[in-house]
Each structure stands twice: as C-alpha cells, then as structure tokens.
C-alpha cells in the first residue's frame, strides 16, 4: 500500500513539474516567434489529473477545507454519526460522478483534443479515475471510523473527514 502511496505522489510531484515545463517552453517558444501550440493543451490535460491526485490526497490526510465551527461543539457520537452519515452521502455522490463520467469519456474517445492530436478522452476519463480513487480513500475512511466505533476505540481520531482534535490544534498553533 505504501508503494502505491508513494507511486500516487510521485506522480502528482511529476504532473506538476511538467505543467511548469511546458507552461515555460510555450512562453519561450511564443517570445521567439515559434508558439508551441500542442503544450498548452497538454498542460491543461496534466492540471485536470494533478487536480484529481491532489483531491485524493487532501482526503487521504483529512485536509480539505471545511467549515466545522458548530460539528466541533457536538457531542462525540453526534458527531461521529453525522460524519457517517455525510461519508456515506459523499461516496454515492462519488460513484454517481465515477459511471457518469465513464459514459462521458466513452462519447468522447472520438473527440481530438484541441491542437494536440490526442483524444479527449484522456480529458474527460480524470472524472471517472479520480472519483473511484477518491471513493476509494473514503471508503477506507468509513470503515475505519465504524470499526473504531464497533470495538470500542475512541471515536476522535476515527472521524471520517476531520483530524483529531489533538492535530487540528497543533495544526493551527503551527500556522500563527
């Protein structure tokens, strides 16, 4: 599981390196009268599946943003059992994208992208592929959460989308 981890975030680190690259090529090339038409579209395809690695890896570390001020003041089950529930409305609505999208990257495979000769369906196929890794990462995080629940582990550090209490408050006292 690590390897993948660390596959996941290298690819991230390389799709993010090669948007700078072609970003900079195309502003070189333009400045000397020879524009690299293809690149900005390439980089432009690299952004929208850096975009769904990023995602996942937000929900891997629980770092998406969210406004939590009231979830905060419930009580541990309430807030457990909401989180839950919003998991679990979060995944349908993942899965949902994940064959919506699929039967949209399989209209589009015909489709040429822009300048770059390469099919659209590399475009639209990030919604599906990013989607099922991100219901994937939630999944593990629901059941996590449950089996916390179930064997009568604390229930702070099994939230489904928030950190520990003990984290978000290093986390901010980090910042200042």
Same mark, same amino acid.
Request: glycine share 10%; aromatic share 10%; with cysteine.
């Given at each position: 599981?690590?390897?993948?981890?660390?596959?996941?975030?290298?690819?991230? %680190?390389? !799709?993010?390196?090669?948007?700078?690259? &072609?970003?900079?090529? =195309?502003?070189?090339?333009?400045?000397?009268?020879?524009?690299?038409?293809? +690149?900005?579209?390439?980089?432009? &395809?690299?952004?929208?599946?850096?975009?769904?690695?990023?995602?996942?890896?937000?929900?891997?570390? %629980?770092?998406?943003?969210?406004?939590?001020?009231?979830? $905060? %003041?419930? #009580?541990?089950? !309430? $807030?457990?059992?909401?989180?839950? !529930?919003?998991?679990?409305?979060?995944? =349908?609505? &993942?899965?949902? *994208?994940?064959?919506?999208?699929? $039967?949209?990257? *399989?209209?589009?495979?015909?489709?040429?992208?822009?300048?770059?000769?390469? +099919?659209?369906?590399?475009?639209?196929?990030?919604? #599906?592929?990013?989607?099922? !890794?991100?219901?994937?990462?939630?999944?593990?995080?629901?059941?996590?959460?449950? =089996?916390?629940?179930?064997?009568?582990?604390?229930?702070? #550090?099994?939230?489904?989308?928030?950190?520990?209490?003990?984290? *978000? =408050?290093?986390?901010?006292?980090?910042?200042?």
């Amino acid at each position: 599981m690590r390897f993948l981890l660390a596959l996941e975030d290298a690819l991230a %680190k390389l !799709l993010l390196g090669a948007i700078v690259l &072609l970003v900079f090529l =195309a502003a070189m090339a333009r400045t000397f009268g020879h524009p690299l038409i293809w +690149s900005v579209d390439l980089a432009q &395809l690299f952004f929208v599946w850096l975009a769904m690695l990023g995602a996942n890896k937000a929900l891997r570390i %629980k770092a998406h943003v969210g406004v939590d001020f009231f979830v $905060r %003041k419930l #009580p541990v089950r !309430l $807030r457990h059992g909401l989180e839950i !529930l919003l998991g679990l409305m979060t995944l =349908a609505f &993942l899965l949902t *994208m994940a064959w919506q999208g699929a $039967r949209l990257t *399989m209209l589009n495979l015909e489709r040429v992208y822009g300048d770059s000769g390469i +099919s659209y369906g590399w475009v639209t196929g990030a919604v #599906p592929a990013g989607c099922l !890794l991100l219901a994937l990462t939630l999944t593990v995080h629901l059941v996590r959460s449950l =089996a916390g629940a179930f064997t009568g582990g604390s229930l702070g #550090p099994n939230l489904v989308f928030a950190r520990p209490d003990e984290d *978000m =408050a290093g986390a901010s006292h980090a910042a200042e």
